[in-house]
């Protein structure tokens, strides 16, 4: 037997519910059975991968890295100016 379900939740029991009655009414072995179940829980709790999420996180986390690199450049070279600028005023 092939069990048809989605992520919905009471889709998901309804389906467990006719799976058990199957395997109790002998048209189900125990492994198909286990399978079957294993599939349907796995479907109702499992939210999956999305790819287009990961690369849109992907790339916020680069752009997010460039600018921080950036930021620290311009505050290394703020510190060189500011060195630079106190010590031509110690030789006043």
């Not at 992520?7 to 389906?15: E, G, L, Q, R, S």
């Not at 189900?28 to 287009?52: P, R």
């Amino acid at each position: 037997m092939s069990y048809s379900y989605n992520t919905n939740y009471a889709t998901a029991d309804a389906a467990l519910k006719g799976a058990a009655a199957d395997l109790k009414a002998g048209l189900l072995s125990q492994e198909a059975y286990d399978d079957t179940v294993a599939n349907i829980l796995g479907a109702k709790y499992e939210k999956g991968f999305d790819q287009n999420q990961f690369e849109t996180l992907l790339n916020k986390l680069t752009g997010s890295k460039i600018r921080q690199g950036r930021a620290a450049g311009i505050e290394q070279r703020k510190g060189a100016y500011a060195g630079g600028l106190a010590g031509m005023m110690s030789n006043f």
